[in-house]
């Protein structure tokens, strides 16, 4: 059974920024593609970031030149690096994991249980 843990969510203000952690256990972490998705209140789920097993990163417009999704296969850990945050990034965000990298929420198998990221103006 594959779990996935968030951590480093918080309170930010505008133009700030948080590193968030996704530690990855049950099996062979640097195998698999691992992304993040985000969850705003009443909307729908997002792509986030993605980043495959061989470091290849993928980003949504949105994000692009202000997030950073990197990995630490010998810690069994993604990142996400969320600079120059904005209001509108504010939202419940996910790791989640698949052999291969996709953009849509309903290719993942295994999800964590979220962390919430909240950006002031």
């Known amino acids: 059974q594959v779990q996935l843990v968030e951590s480093g969510g918080g309170l930010v203000q505008a133009g700030g920024s948080l590193r968030l952690s996704c530690a990855a256990s049950?099996?062979?972490?640097?195998?698999?593609?691992m992304a993040w998705f985000r969850q705003a209140p009443g909307k729908e789920r997002e792509f986030v970031a993605a980043i495959s097993w061989r470091g290849n990163t993928y980003y949504a417009d949105s994000v692009k030149g202000r997030f950073t999704i990197s990995r630490d296969n010998a810690k069994n850990t993604v990142y996400l690096q969320m600079n120059s945050l904005k209001p509108e990034d504010t939202a419940v965000y996910s790791c989640?994991?698949?052999?291969?990298?996709?953009?849509?929420?309903?290719?993942?198998?295994?999800w964590g249980q979220g962390t919430q990221v909240t950006v002031s103006s």
């Open positions: 989640a994991t698949r052999p291969y990298v996709s953009t849509s929420d309903g290719d993942y198998d295994y």
């Open positions: 049950g099996r062979s972490f640097s195998s698999y593609a």
